[in-house]
């Protein structure tokens, strides 16, 4: 079967829509200290759009993906990328990828998340997932929601 998710890579300004299309569940490339020649090289070797607020990106190659990003809000940012490379919904997979590693989470059983969780959120939530490279514990809660509000704001 042909590989095609769609991934991303993001220029140094864009640190915030790289965490919201991690969000959704998509591998999406992010580090302060990419050249542009850096970036369009990593975007051509693993097939990831790049997403950037420099507009000189754009002239370095015909054959690479780049999406220029207009708007400096947040959410206008997104609902570009969502429009620009055709995004729908049954490709979101929410909290399916480590927000600040972007690997993805593995399931994780509620007797392992003991300890590891506030007890509150223990008692209340029975499905958690981990991110194997930092450790962080996920859950759906208040961030879940926050994202699905924004969500419904974004694709109508
Ligand atoms: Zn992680």
């Not at 759009?49 to 940012?77: K, W």
């Amino acid at each position: 079967m042909p590989d095609t998710a769609l991934r991303f890579i993001c220029d140094s300004m864009l640190g915030r829509l790289a965490k919201s299309l991690r969000m959704l569940g998509f591998d999406t490339l992010y580090t302060h200290c990419l050249t542009p020649q850096q970036l369009v090289q990593l975007s051509m070797e693993q097939q990831r759009i790049i997403l950037t607020r420099r507009s000189a990106c754009m002239q370095s190659s015909p054959t690479v993906s780049c999406i220029y990003i207009r708007s400096n809000d947040p959410d206008e940012q997104l609902r570009q990328v969502i429009a620009a490379s055709g995004i729908v919904k049954a490709l979101i997979r929410p909290f399916t990828i480590c927000l600040s590693c972007n690997v993805p989470l593995t399931g994780l059983a509620k007797e392992a998340a003991a300890g590891r969780v506030p007890d509150y959120v223990f008692t209340t939530v029975d499905n958690f997932a981990a991110c194997n490279a930092c450790g962080r514990v996920y859950w759906k809660g208040t961030h879940y929601a926050n994202m699905e509000d924004r969500m419904k704001k974004i694709m109508v």
